[in-house]
């Protein structure tokens, strides 16, 4: 993992996974509680998350990038569902915005094009 943009998919993967303690104790009033992470939001979080720290880990662009596909997919359906009666991701804003970040950072970590190290 000698490639910085390789580093950078896989924290961002771990940040991911780490996001996941969101979930616990999910609508308390304590000031770290500030994204709300549940049910299969949650799920989407950790599998898509292992997938981007596999692909950073791995040197895989491609999987990278279906990660961050994947983020974006899941925070568009929790946009279009926000505030109805189906809403698959139990999300609201908070969860939109944590899912679509993750999207789009690894899309541009995987999107990069890399060049070999000169060194």
């Avoid at 303690?21 to 999910?26: K, L, T």
């Avoid at 992470?37 to 491609?62: F, K, N, P, S, Y």
């Avoid at 961050?68 to 609201?92: C, E, M, P």
Wanted: zero cysteines.
């Amino acid at each position: 993992m000698a490639n910085p943009l390789d580093r950078a998919a896989f924290v961002l993967g771990l940040g991911a996974l780490v996001s996941s303690v969101f979930a616990i104790g999910p609508g308390s009033q304590r000031k770290a509680d500030f994204v709300q992470v549940a049910d299969a939001g949650l799920v989407v979080l950790l599998v898509l998350g292992a997938i981007a720290a596999l692909g950073g880990l791995m040197g895989q662009r491609l999987i990278v990038a279906v990660a961050g596909v994947g983020f974006v997919v899941a925070a568009v359906i929790g946009l279009v569902q926000w505030g109805q009666a189906t809403n698959w991701l139990a999300a609201d804003g908070s969860t939109v915005s944590l899912l679509g970040g993750f999207g789009l950072g690894l899309l541009a970590v995987g999107l990069t094009p890399r060049h070999p190290s000169t060194s």
